[in-house]
């Protein structure tokens, strides 16, 4: 007997010989039709322009559609607003390996509160390192990762921080010059007394003094920002006056004078997480940033414009495009509810899914129009101390507001300093008071 299968003959198949016939036209149909070419693969370096984005957009970039990687708004900017995106390859982001073990820590150290929407346990390191998208708090979870668990450092004394404001028709008008430090009293990776300084109620301390220009030189503020649902103590120097002036509230939902800024958008994402009122994840996706920026400094021996900012396109309106490689990083896409009282409907934030550093932010009116976008190109910065010592912080960001065709730029230089020792007794009412005296 031969162990061979018999094929089925018409009559056993199910259907018989007409369910033969129109199995075997589905099977010539299907393999007539043409097959789908893969899309080309875009060269790193290639140039994403008004004139070329539909092009380029059909084509990959890492295996990834680069018309995905870009935000529609973005996809607007650069349509209308000149905006130019020069592709290069992801680079592995680089992790400091004491936050990392902290980070390791938290999985069975730190939880999430519900009702409160705070974090409890937390010391140093990334809160939630692992995100679940179907997590209905995944959302906060990644607001909070991002507000604890960047790589911005114990400290920073950054001694030159230009901001330029910056028309869309005549470019730039003003140049400021800050000194800022900061320093952080909770997330303390190295200095003595760390993880936690002093009682944990505080998160960090931070002032901010006038450079330049002349009219408001010696100006400055002093912030001290509370690790509990608290406004920030904020003292105003005036230079003039002999005493500082204590505000009553806060400055985090009002504009910054002479800038396109309100007091959240520092790092596009500043404010405590739970004084907005609420979050909801978009989705995961890949986008093209600005994770390695190629001109984190400014140039100050330049004898032009041009020179003295490299990043950014000075010879075009609206003048403040950066200039810049822009990677594929799998981000998180949040949307943020400020309250009622806050200047913007929402924002639309866009955050790394590995060190959690935010790339993008789209921020709406009441209305839902789009009024402004921010941009934040970063760089990885050594400590003063110790080459292991890793920080990932912007060196720049630009933030457009389209409503006023105005633009306010950050950038700080090659002399910050980060981990540098810096006391957190030593910054204080006292210290921003004699500055400068």
Request: with cysteine.
């Amino acid at each position: 007997m031969s162990i061979l299968p018999t094929a089925p003959s018409s009559r056993t198949m199910p259907g018989g010989p007409a369910c033969a016939l129109f199995l075997l036209l589905s099977l010539l149909f299907f393999f007539a039709r043409p097959i789908p070419a893969f899309a080309e693969e875009a060269r790193e370096g290639t140039v994403i322009r008004a004139d070329n984005l539909d092009e380029i957009g059909k084509k990959t970039f890492e295996g990834v559609p680069i018309a995905t990687m870009i935000p529609d708004v973005f996809k607007w900017q650069i349509r209308e607003k000149g905006l130019t995106l020069e592709l290069a390859h992801a680079k592995p982001p680089v992790k400091d390996p004491v936050m990392e073990k902290f980070t390791r820590d938290n999985t069975r150290r730190v939880t999430f509160d519900e009702k409160s929407r705070r974090v409890i346990g937390w010391r140093a390191g990334v809160p939630f390192p692992m995100v679940d998208s179907d997590d209905p708090h995944a959302a906060i979870k990644v607001i909070w990762n991002l507000y604890y668990g960047q790589q911005h450092g114990d400290s920073q004394d950054l001694p030159n921080t230009l901001l330029l404001l910056v028309s869309g028709k005549a470019g730039i008008h003003t140049t400021e010059l800050y000194h800022v430090i900061r320093v952080f009293l909770k997330g303390v990776l190295r200095e003595k007394g760390g993880p936690v300084r002093g009682e944990g109620d505080i998160l960090e301390k931070l002032i901010r003094i006038a450079l330049a220009p002349q009219d408001i030189e010696g100006n400055g503020v002093y912030i001290v920002r509370h690790d509990v649902d608290r406004p920030d103590l904020v003292y105003l120097r005036l230079k003039q006056r002999r005493r500082l002036k204590r505000l009553s509230g806060t400055l985090w939902n009002l504009r910054i004078p002479r800038t396109n800024l309100v007091g959240d958008d520092i790092a596009i994402f500043s404010a405590y997480p739970t004084w907005y009122r609420s979050y909801r994840l978009i989705g995961k996706k890949k986008i093209l940033a600005i994770a390695n920026s190629r001109n984190p400094f400014w140039n100050k021996s330049a004898a032009t414009l041009a020179g003295r900012f490299p990043g950014f396109n000075l010879a075009e309106p609206p003048f403040w495009n950066p200039v810049d490689r822009w990677e594929p990083r799998e981000v998180y896409v949040i949307e943020a509810i400020p309250p009622e009282d806050h200047p913007y409907g929402r924002k639309l934030i866009y955050v790394d899914a590995e060190n959690w550093n935010v790339y993008l932010g789209e921020f709406y009116n009441k209305s839902n129009s789009l009024w402004k976008t921010m941009i934040q190109g970063y760089h990885v910065f050594r400590s003063e101390r110790d080459g292991a010592e890793i920080i990932v912080w912007p060196s720049w960001s630009v933030i457009s507001d389209f409503n006023e065709n105005h633009a306010t730029i950050l950038i700080v230089d090659k002399d910050s300093k980060f981990n540098s020792g810096i006391d957190p007794t030593d910054i204080n009412e006292q210290t921003i008071q004699s500055y400068g005296r």
